[in-house]
């Protein structure tokens, strides 16, 4: 067997897959995904033939399920790419008595921190955005890890010097019980432009989704916007428009502050960094480089690292935009992904033997030494209570 498929991952917070599909194509091996959202169910498993997806609140995830998910493979990882909302800039201004400081999804850290405290995985990693680092909440999730042997490396890189056709930066923890590991660095051949991934795509009119990919959909403009997109300039912003098109707030000296709302992409850098909200020209710099329109969900997908033909969402059901805007632009880069998965894997190799004789020292979690107040979960899917109770 390849190395790299001894490695086993379980991916916390999984969401649409980003994160796993990029783990996968680096060679590694994922086990298991959960996530409460039920409407991430289908691309987690459509998309990734045998991998299971439970529908699960990890708060209340019991770590003798997830050790059941890793069976007996040589190199345990887990990864726990929790929601950013909490930590970003926007909730941190509201932070002091604000109702940011009171958000629960804030505790998820400290529930991934408890799953690893109890299953000591050999591996662990997460994702989020830069902001995470100046929270307690992560000071105490990585001093935990500390104190438990885990040699932990942090740094906030840009996902464009890693082939992402996008400026984002995310912060990037790996952590290993086997030594220093940290996240490869950026090849020189790797920056790519929105031109690379999206100007192959069919032409499409706002309001449109085109016959031969219903996620070619872009959102319909009001007629004041199609007038003011067909003023933008790639790369410019509503300065560029002429006066009568110009919105009141702007005109004002704090809506002078927000050049890039109503923007458009240029075809000859990486888009900017994509939100859930992504697919609405009056968001950001979301319009399209040529066409007087918004990204259109593949586009925005397409960004995110995504293959083109990734389905996230069934044949006959609807299409929400909101909803597919918000796995879409909540996703780990598949790229990023990918680099870290390699990371992984680099690591596994030069610590091969010390990962080997782990293994054979691992004893198998009993249930019963696990704490009883974790056992079942709320949301848990039929499979994952099956798997508690077995
Ligand atoms: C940043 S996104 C994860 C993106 C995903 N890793 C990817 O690469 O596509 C965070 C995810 O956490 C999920 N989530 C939020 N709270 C949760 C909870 N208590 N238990 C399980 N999943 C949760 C959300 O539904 C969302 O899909």
Redesign the pocket.
Known sequence: MALERKIACV????????????LIEAGVNVVAG????EA?RHPYEANHEGIEFHQ????E?DPSTVAQWFGDCRVQVL?G????QPFSTYALRYQKGGTAAHDQ?WS?LN?FGRLVEELHPDIVTM??VPTVTRHAVFKKFRRRLQCLGYRVWVDVVDCADYGLPQRRNRTVLLASLHGDIKLRDPAASEPRTVEDVIKDLPALRHGATHKSDRLHTASRLSHLNHLRIQHSTPGGSWRDWPQHLVAECHRKKTGKKYPAVYGRMRYDEPAPTLTTQFYGYGNGRFGHPTQARGISLREGALLQGFPPDYSFIADDRPLPLKALG??IG????VDL?RVIGESIVEHVKQHDEAFGSRAKRRQPIERSSLSKKHAGGR?GDERTRRSVHA
Not at 330 to 333: K, L, R
């Open positions: 991916d916390l917070f999984c969401g649409a897959g980003g994160l796993t599909h990029g959960v996530d409460f959202e991430c699960a609140d990890v708060a995830l990864a790419c929790a929601p950013c999804r998820l529930h994702e989020n918000r796995m909540n996703a780990v880069p992904g949301n």
